[in-house]
């Protein structure tokens, strides 16, 4: 089937160059030899003998939550506008695609400058993009989350949770208890730090248990 299909080929730009009034020898010659490497081609690639078969896109491997996607539900909320760009923002990061995270953060921002969930889940996703470190750009979208929300509790949170996840214990340890002491007692969200506080000091256990001996 392959070898009639080139045959036919050769055909209309036979037909085509008469029809043109092009047919002379330099365009027998050009089309000759255009045809030839066509066909050394064919046979030296081209697999006729075998069937058609269409090949599946390439699976993309799916990634788990981050930290801050299990979190964020309950420290900020599931049904209001942010949820809805960090939802988005959530799939692309599971797939892998962490610069399309970004701008989809970015593009809600655009709409909602003063929405402080928003910054947050920018400084996560930039944190994301750049494999864990906490970068300038990170920092300064937190603390733009700290200052349009002040008494808010995620802002806080999220940045130690940032800081944790880089080694800077000492740090995210200090955000989180002073967190922890300006809390109302009832605030639903104290077991959530309580228990970060308690993977802080297993993590720093076992960072020491690491580390080499002195002689």
Avoid: C
């Amino acid at each position: 089937m392959g070898w009639l299909l080139m045959i036919a080929l050769a055909g209309l730009v036979f037909v085509a160059l008469w029809r043109i009034g092009k047919f002379d020898k330099a365009a027998l010659q050009f089309l000759g030899a255009g045809l030839l490497v066509a066909m050394a081609g064919y046979a030296w690639q081209g697999s006729p003998g075998l069937s058609g078969a269409p090949v599946p896109p390439p699976q993309r491997e799916t990634l788990p939550d981050s930290a801050f996607a299990s979190d964020r539900g309950q420290m900020l909320g599931e049904f209001d506008t942010a949820a809805r760009w960090l939802t988005i923002a959530d799939s692309f990061h599971r797939s892998g695609d962490t610069r399309n995270a970004v701008g989809v953060i970015r593009a809600g921002l655009r709409e909602h400058p003063r929405d402080a969930d928003l910054w947050v889940g920018l400084g996560n996703a930039l944190i994301l993009h750049a494999d864990g470190m906490m970068t300038p750009a990170a920092e300064l979208a937190f603390q733009r989350a700290a200052k349009i929300a002040p008494d808010h509790p995620g802002p806080k949170f999220f940045y130690g949770l940032a800081l944790a996840q880089g080694g800077k214990f000492d740090e995210a340890e200090a955000i989180w208890r002073d967190l922890l002491a300006n809390a109302p007692a009832d605030a639903e969200w104290r077991p959530m730090v309580e228990e970060r506080l308690a993977m802080l000091g297993q993590a720093r256990a076992a960072s020491a248990g690491m580390a080499p001996q002195p002689q």
